[in-house]
């Protein structure tokens, strides 16, 4: 009888995990020349008004998610041609998510190689030490700040080429609540998947910006404004140090809710931001009167024009911006580029509305180059970037660890979380 072959992530293609509270979705994608990647497949899933199971980054609701994932894995396995997406890899964010910097030396007594097997028990060390400081903390995420060997600090990542009697690792450690981690694993354990690597977003938006853009811009010192449905956060990074990660819990849906207690609709309110909606009156080209249902429990209509619509975004947008405006100002004399992302970014005038705030430049962060130029356009949107940015940085992580199993929580695992869950409340 012919064995069984053991199947591994590098035979699988790249699949990035996207967590959003207005939404899940899944791409697939193949690396077809350094850096470039040909998009295979895009699966969606919204968040339903009334069951949602991701709020402001952190899942409320493990065996909804759970659910969540394996359908919008398995679409996506169907949409590619594929039997099963077994693993995914993942970006991770929210808004109890803080930084802090930590660091691993060995002595090897003499001139070794520098192994793979060396720098991830260094990483582990890492993070044993920050949760172990934090004890109600988990690490969602170590980036790699530089590393020095024999003292000599390095422009790259350590390869097994050289050799070295002392090392040294520094990271910036993202960490957060321990049940953003225990919920993210709960769920995909529920989900019958298993997470790869995890990435904080950040790291993935970062590095699609500075693979199109090039890494000058990272050593010259960038921000990155991530306008998102429950959550926006001001990342500033400068030479290889995370400076600040600063989350506000409130986004794109509560701009939504703002216009909703107007008296409209939710879902008609949604779909008047989006088509409409303007960040400033300052904005607006033409002004018109818009007539639109309102509220089922009001019945009838309203007349809003788009400027006295513009009028309240903004307001609202006030809100949101000023405490991470106030954070930026005390740091933007170290940075030169200010990138907007997220769904919450597209809305008109956006760009120039802070650019008025700041004085660096403002400009959106695109991901385009690192996609085959026969891409649909949709996907060159910056509500995908995390995505792109995901699969870029796993195809790294695959390149560093070649023949990895595919790791598939087992049967009894996936029964005992789903005893456990008969006996513990969700919530």
Known sequence: MARRQTQTADSLPLVALDLG???????????????????????????????ICIEQGIITQSSSAGYVIAEVLKLLA????VDELPTAFISVGGQSMQIVAVHSRRDQARKKEISQALLDEMERECKEKIELRNPDAAVLGLVPSYFKLDGVEQDELPTAEQRAALVEAHYIAFYGRKVMD????KS??????SIEHAFVRPETLLSAFATCDGNHVLMNGCAVLDMGAQTTTLTVYKGGQYLLNKVVPKGGYHITRMLEQQGIGFATAEVLKKKFGCASPAYVDKNVRLRVP???????????????????????????????????????????????????????????????QTTARVQYGAHNLLLHRDTEEKYLSPQYTSLVGT???????????KNQPVRKPGFFDRVKESTLDMFIDQN
């Open 21 to 51: 509270s207005d939404s899940v979705r899944a791409m697939a994608a193949r690396r077809i020349a350094p850096d470039l990647f040909q998009i295979l497949g895009v699966e969606e899933r919204p968040q339903k008004v009334g069951n």
């Open 78 to 81: 169907n949409r590619i041609g």
């Open 182 to 185: 225990t919920q993210l694993q």
């Open 188 to 193: 995909f354990s529920q989900a019958g998947r």
């Open 294 to 356: 309102a509220a089922p429990e009001i019945g009838g209509e309203m007349i809003i024009s788009s400027a006295e619509l513009a009028e309240a975004i903004e307001l609202k947008l006030h809100e949101i911006l000023s405490p991470l405006m106030d954070e930026l100002k005390k740091v933007e004399g170290r940075i030169s580029t200010l990138y907007i992302t997220g769904g919450g970014s597209m809305m008109a005038g956006m760009a120039d509305y802070i650019q008025a």
């Open 391 to 401: 699969i870029l940085l796993g195809q790294d992580y695959r390149d560093s660890h």
